[in-house]
């Protein structure tokens, strides 16, 4: 007689799987940074150029002990929302830049709202459902770049996760004042950093340096400190300083930050990574003279920047050095806008910002997972979110700008 054991069956193993190896999978769903979801005999894949519910064949590109990486070789049941991409470059061998040009413009925007519900049920713990609202045209909006040359002096643009550099003739997200196509058919040196910026008033600057080294771009032409007006505030920003790429950025980003915000005269409000002072420069009026605003940013360029910008101004106070440094020096803010890069603000700014017993806390973020984890942080203080909107400042990729309200919660 058999034993009931002898027949039970091993749960399968995980297939090591190889670079190089080739198989046809159906696509899950999106995750954070672009990629989707895809499993193959246990294994893992984060894949780049689909859609989730596709039927794809797919190539191993690398490998790890938790996930593996691959892309699309063969599409085989395509996804209704799956289009031909308007460049020409957006593909598995070519830039690395745009990887959704190959999704419609609506699935592109629910997809990322998709990322922000999985970020915050997975890091923060909770249902959060954010519409990521349309600000302009797909395509002509961006208004900086930075690109390399090739050995040959040929200028594009790295493939993804690669340091090979694709040499690109036509960018179709630059605003067309840039004019990408007079800059590629230059003859420029080899292994050149090239940073281009577009100001407000139409100055082109050109900066570059070798990329083979850390050392800091310089301009080569242009103006090196570009023009730029917002709401009728004109504001100086360096070459080396950080400035929004989106055209409509500044304007859109502006508006919701004040009409959360909801500045009262006499506010005393702390605008943290302030860079040049773009939100500093729409809050004069709301504060009005008896207010007062401190920018604190870390970049010795930007911060000179804001101090010219607001040289005439009494009631503004620029603050060069690192954030969670200087914000033990302050005492009191009625509110709180914060800006930082693609890592977010983390815990020891969080808990200094929090004793400083505001009435709101306006968080601009770039990246979804950041917030949602410093939203944890927040609401461990007794911070919670009160409103949340999401914007395609960056169409045609997977990053989104959001935008969120923290109050202190009246159970804490």
């Given at each position: 007689?058999?034993?009931?054991?002898?027949?039970?069956?091993?749960?399968?193993?995980?297939?090591?799987?190889?670079?190089?190896?080739?198989?046809?999978?159906?696509?899950?769903?999106?995750?954070?940074?672009?990629?989707?979801?895809?499993?193959?005999?246990?294994a893992v894949i984060f894949v780049r150029h689909a859609i989730p519910g596709e039927e794809v064949e797919i190539e191993i590109t690398g490998t790890g002990s938790s996930f593996n990486?691959?892309?699309?070789?063969?599409?085989?049941?395509?996804?209704?929302d799956r289009v031909s991409a308007p460049c020409q470059f957006a593909h598995r061998a070519g830039c690395g830049g745009c990887d959704f040009q190959h999704i419609s413009l609506d699935r592109q925007r629910q997809l990322k709202s998709e990322v922000i519900t999985e970020q915050f049920a997975r890091i923060a713990k909770r249902d959060l459902e954010v519409t990521v609202e349309e600000v302009g045209a797909p395509l002509g909006y961006r208004t900086r770049f930075n690109a390399v040359t090739t050995r040959n002096g040929d200028l594009g643009f790295k493939q993804a996760r690669s340091h090979k550099v694709?040499?690109?003739?036509?960018?179709?997200?630059?605003?067309?004042?840039?004019?990408?196509?007079?800059?590629?058919?230059?003859?420029?040196?080899?292994?050149?950093?090239?940073?281009?910026?577009?100001?407000?008033a139409g100055e082109r600057t050109i900066a570059t340096g070798?990329?083979?080294?850390?050392?800091?771009?310089?301009?080569?032409?242009?103006p090196d400190i570009g023009q730029y007006s917002i709401n009728g505030f004109n504001l100086e920003v360096s070459q080396r300083s950080f400035w929004q790429s989106h055209k409509l950025a500044p304007a859109v980003l502006t508006q919701v930050v004040g009409e959360f915000a909801?500045?009262?005269?006499?506010?005393?409000?702390?605008?943290?990574?302030?860079?040049?002072?773009?939100?500093?420069?729409?809050?004069?009026?709301?504060?009005?003279?008896?207010?007062?605003?401190?920018?604190?940013?870390?970049?010795?360029?930007a911060t000179s920047d804001a101090i010219r910008n607001f040289a005439e101004i009494k009631n503004v106070k620029v603050h060069t050095g690192d954030v969670a440094k200087l914000l033990p020096r302050f005492s009191q803010a009625d509110v709180i806008v914060l800006d930082p890069p693609r890592e977010g603000a983390g815990k020891e700014v969080v808990v200094a910002m929090v004793a400083l017993k505001p009435r709101a806390i306006v968080y601009v973020?770039?990246?979804?997972?950041?917030?949602?984890?410093?939203t944890t942080y927040?609401?461990?203080?007794?911070?919670?979110?009160?409103?949340?909107?999401?914007?395609?400042?960056?169409?045609?990729?997977?990053?989104?700008?959001?935008?969120?309200?923290?109050?202190?919660?009246?159970?804490?």
């Amino acid at each position: 007689m058999t034993s009931t054991g002898a027949n039970q069956q091993k749960p399968a193993e995980r297939v090591a799987l190889a670079v190089g190896d080739r198989f046809v999978t159906t696509i899950e769903k999106v995750a954070h940074g672009g990629h989707f979801i895809a499993r193959h005999l246990g294994a893992v894949i984060f894949v780049r150029h689909a859609i989730p519910g596709e039927e794809v064949e797919i190539e191993i590109t690398g490998t790890g002990s938790s996930f593996n990486r691959a892309d699309v070789v063969n599409i085989i049941k395509p996804s209704p929302d799956r289009v031909s991409a308007p460049c020409q470059f957006a593909h598995r061998a070519g830039c690395g830049g745009c990887d959704f040009q190959h999704i419609s413009l609506d699935r592109q925007r629910q997809l990322k709202s998709e990322v922000i519900t999985e970020q915050f049920a997975r890091i923060a713990k909770r249902d959060l459902e954010v519409t990521v609202e349309e600000v302009g045209a797909p395509l002509g909006y961006r208004t900086r770049f930075n690109a390399v040359t090739t050995r040959n002096g040929d200028l594009g643009f790295k493939q993804a996760r690669s340091h090979k550099v694709v040499p690109v003739s036509d960018c179709r997200i630059l605003q067309p004042e840039i004019k990408y196509q007079e800059l590629a058919s230059r003859k420029w040196k080899g292994d050149l950093r090239v940073e281009v910026t577009l100001s407000s008033a139409g100055e082109r600057t050109i900066a570059t340096g070798y990329s083979r080294d850390e050392t800091p771009v310089r301009t080569s032409e242009g103006p090196d400190i570009g023009q730029y007006s917002i709401n009728g505030f004109n504001l100086e920003v360096s070459q080396r300083s950080f400035w929004q790429s989106h055209k409509l950025a500044p304007a859109v980003l502006t508006q919701v930050v004040g009409e959360f915000a909801e500045l009262q005269v006499g506010d005393r409000v702390l605008d943290l990574y302030g860079g040049v002072g773009l939100f500093t420069s729409q809050f004069l009026e709301g504060i009005g003279d008896g207010g007062q605003i401190d920018l604190v940013e870390g970049s010795k360029s930007a911060t000179s920047d804001a101090i010219r910008n607001f040289a005439e101004i009494k009631n503004v106070k620029v603050h060069t050095g690192d954030v969670a440094k200087l914000l033990p020096r302050f005492s009191q803010a009625d509110v709180i806008v914060l800006d930082p890069p693609r890592e977010g603000a983390g815990k020891e700014v969080v808990v200094a910002m929090v004793a400083l017993k505001p009435r709101a806390i306006v968080y601009v973020a770039c990246d979804p997972a950041a917030l949602a984890r410093d939203t944890t942080y927040l609401s461990e203080a007794g911070f919670e979110i009160a409103k949340i909107r999401a914007f395609d400042l960056f169409p045609m990729t997977h990053h989104i700008e959001t935008v969120a309200l923290f109050r202190r919660d009246k159970v804490s």
